[in-house]
């Protein structure tokens, strides 16, 4: 197979994560949560199998997606949990498929929250943070190589961080610091536990889309700052809410022009490595990218779920036999059709959606 390592040079360059981490390019699978787990939150057998053929795609690094924090806290029936030494040991398969793809593969921790973080008490906010610790634990002991701190798409850390979400007067309110606090001692207390035995990213809500009073990447000028010196080694850029996804996930250009943006405004503030997914669709605009000084990364989410080899189709200038995404986003909505078991795919033929279930969105 012919590489067009000169037609993606950037993309293909070693990236330097944590202390003595190195991923073999610049490319990584952003976490889609498949929901195929059962109803206590631990992998059925597919699970292993389409993150192990996604590992043999072609990125250089990649998420697992959503595993919650909490054993109160789930997206839906059917999506993972990391709350004890037993959805642990369920992991320990899929870490070593990747150690012995030399594959970066991260847990990434979610907690969904109540969505209103004015409410909640002294002692819930702290028996969250206690969450995320405990967590991060228990992937530490199975032999995650990182963790992902997710803080994005309104839930819990998120739903701190905007000034939309969170009118609370107290220290975990007001200003860009106090509504971040929350997040900084989530990264403090993990990094206590691991050191710089696993690399932490964390999943950045830089814009929640929200035209008044909503989150903008300019309110965590000096929040990067402490997000670095808390501990955290990369950072992956998110936007929007339940309530306002339609606007990004409707228009690719501005979303990515909103992240573009906001990678430029964290990296002249920041050492740490910045990347972000925002609906790309081809090497070329991720190599641009790259390229610019943009971001340090770009991911890759709904393009691998339509094609799991579309890294290394691209890469050898097979675009003719990629199966490509079609951006319809119904993958989205089987999370909460009742027709459906997992996430399924318009195209991908390992796991089709059934053809009752896509005439019901087509109608729609």
């Not at 509504?179 to 929640?208: G, H, N, P, S």
């Amino acid at each position: 197979m012919t590489i067009f390592h000169s037609k993606y040079p950037n993309l293909v360059k070693p990236l330097k994560l944590g202390r003595d981490s190195k991923v073999s390019n610049r490319m990584y699978f952003s976490s889609v949560g498949f929901d195929l787990c059962d109803h206590d939150g631990r992998p059925m057998p597919e699970f292993y199998e389409v993150y192990e053929s996604i590992m043999d795609g072609g990125c250089g690094f990649g998420f697992l997606g959503n595993a919650s924090v909490d054993a109160s806290s789930q997206y839906t029936d059917r999506s993972q949990k990391l709350i004890s030494d037993e959805h642990a040991l369920d992991l320990e398969p899929v870490f070593k498929a990747a150690r012995d793809r030399g594959f970066l593969l991260s847990a990434q921790l979610q907690h969904y929250g109540s969505g209103d973080a004015t409410s909640l008490s002294e002692a819930q906010i702290e028996s969250y943070i206690n969450h995320f610790h405990d967590a991060a634990k228990l992937a530490l002991k199975v032999g995650a190589p990182a963790l992902q701190i997710h803080a994005a798409n309104g839930y819990l850390l998120s739903s701190f961080l905007s000034p939309k979400l969170n009118r609370r007067v107290d220290r975990w309110g007001g200003t860009p610091m106090n509504r971040a606090r929350i997040l900084l001692e989530v990264i403090r207390r993990v990094k206590q536990t691991v050191q710089d035995e696993m690399i932490i990213f964390i999943r950045l809500q830089i814009d929640d889309g929200y035209a008044e009073h909503g989150l903008q990447v300019e309110q965590l000028d000096e929040v990067i700052v402490a997000i670095e010196e808390a501990g955290a080694d990369a950072v992956t850029c998110a936007n929007g809410v339940a309530e306002t996804f339609g606007k990004f996930l409707n228009d690719a250009d501005y979303t990515l022009e909103v992240c573009r943006h906001a990678g430029r405004f964290l990296k002249q503030r920041t050492a740490m490595p910045i990347g972000f997914s925002a609906n790309i669709s081809s090497l070329s605009v991720a190599e641009e990218i790259i390229a610019s000084g943009d971001a340090d990364f770009v991911g890759f989410g709904r393009p691998i779920i339509a094609d799991h080899q579309f890294v290394n189709k691209a890469l050898s200038g097979q675009l003719e036999n990629i199966n490509h995404c079609r951006w319809d986003s119904f993958c989205l909505r089987d999370k909460k059709e009742p027709l459906a078991d997992r996430v399924f795919c318009c195209v991908n033929p390992s796991y089709l959606r059934p053809q009752h279930i896509q005439d019901k969105y087509q109608e729609k």
